[in-house]
């Protein structure tokens, strides 16, 4: 590869960055970000002159012209070894912002790997999925969601919803993510210091044309925020980024307690071909359309499906690379609000008595959760169980005896304490 920025004096450090591009891609990160004018790039076999591509930011390479499935994409990354270090940090920092490198993305289970109900299994509208993610009824189509082992290069899984009965009333569903004003008050929103935050995210539909998402903010006045974007090709992967500037002032400074509900995130939208509270994109308002002018009905289209993952909402006018996290800290995360919890008693004394045992949840939760029904394990000679006593960091688990050696046994419920 030829060099086609300023040659760097002295010694360099070389960062090579190989990735195998999706169809219709024109964005890439090459590993470790790099300087920006100290970069070359070439694409499947040929090299390209700064006039082919974007390279400003410092994390991310535009391509003027999107590749094909298949072709390879590869960068060289020049570091002066005396500015190595110190440059890199300057440039970075400069975009992601001084010290916010970790957890700086405030979504949740964002590249859909964890999925605590339903183990990849698939089931109907009006309730939470995958961990964090909850879809919305209609009443006259069905839709049906599900974990799915189909991803863009890097993730391993994705949501999918499918239309399997399509309607034509005036009827919508979402899928969206609450995000707890513990992990987003810092945007300042409804304030004169509001800061922009920016959503990316990879989506693949069989409808192409415009969708749009929703940001809700949950000030003392409820605002939305409905971006656009177009899927260019069907049933291909793509990747969307949109900024969203800070609500204004009217919306108000956030007043509730911080457990509470701060942001909605809906990165897509199914609507039905009669839905009629439609409105403009791209702008904040006080009035929950929900709808673009000009958005597919996924909903009035039997078969369709709309697939998403690799979620990311960060603080910044700048996507950065997702933010992957081990495994462990994503599913702790998600136990914040739903987690499964194991329950033992016994009772070896007769009939008529109680005994209630101590059970620690195996992370602090949001608030007091409720339990779903027992399930599985072994009982015998009891006529009651329950969880009683219930806090935020655990509770009891009582049973009444109706004979000799009364036991629940490796009984499990799920504790939701969903926003």
Do not use: H
């Amino acid at each position: 590869m030829s060099y086609v920025g300023v040659p760097p004096f002295g010694q360099t450090v070389r960062t090579v960055t190989e990735q195998i591009a999706q169809q219709g891609q024109n964005i890439f990160y090459p590993t470790g970000g790099y300087i920006p004018g100290y970069i070359d790039v070439d694409l499947d076999g040929s090299g390209l002159g700064s006039q082919d591509f974007t390279a400003t930011d410092g994390l991310s390479v535009t391509l003027n012209q999107s590749a094909g499935a298949g072709d390879l994409f590869k960068s060289v990354a020049y570091w002066p070894v005396a500015m190595q270090d110190t440059m890199r940090r300057a440039e970075i920092n400069a975009i992601v912002g001084a010290g916010n490198w970790a957890m700086r993305n405030r979504i949740i289970n964002g590249d859909m790997r964890i999925d605590q109900r339903y183990a990849g299994a698939s089931t109907t509208n009006g309730q939470y999925i995958l961990d964090r993610w909850q879809t919305g009824a209609v009443s006259g189509a069905t839709l049906t969601s599900q974990q799915v082992a189909d991803a863009p290069a890097g993730f391993q899984y994705s949501f999918k919803q499918t239309t399997t009965v399509s309607s034509t009333a005036n009827d919508y569903s979402a899928i969206w993510q609450v995000v707890e004003a513990n992990n987003g008050i810092d945007l300042a929103w409804g304030t004169s210091n509001g800061q922009s935050a920016t959503l990316s995210f990879w989506v693949k539909s069989s409808v192409t044309g415009q969708q749009n998402a929703c940001i809700i903010y949950y000030g003392p006045t409820n605002y939305f925020y409905f971006p656009t974007y177009t899927i260019n090709a069907a049933n291909t992967w793509q990747y969307v980024t949109v900024t969203i500037p800070a609500p204004p002032a009217a919306a108000g400074a956030f007043a509730a307690t911080l457990n509470t509900a701060y942001i909605s995130v809906r990165p897509v939208g199914v609507f039905s071909s009669g839905y009629t509270n439609t409105g403009a994109g791209n702008a904040w308002t006080s009035s929950g359309t929900f709808k673009v002018t000009g958005t597919v009905n996924l909903a009035s289209t039997a078969g369709a499906t709309i697939q998403f993952t690799g979620v990311q909402l960060e603080k910044g006018s700048y996507a950065t690379p997702f933010d992957f996290r081990p495994y462990g800290a994503e599913l702790q995360l998600c136990e914040r609000y739903c987690q499964s919890v194991l329950f033992n008693n016994y009772i070896g004394n007769g009939s008529g008595w109680y005994w209630s045992m101590p059970i620690n949840f195996q992370t602090t939760m949001r608030t007091a959760p409720t339990f779903s029904a027992f399930s599985g394990g072994n009982t015998s000679n009891i006529t009651y169980e329950a969880a009683e006593s219930i806090g935020v960091q655990g509770c009891r688990y009582t049973i009444l005896a109706s004979g000799l050696n009364a036991q629940g046994i490796g009984r499990t419920a799920l504790a939701s304490a969903e926003l």
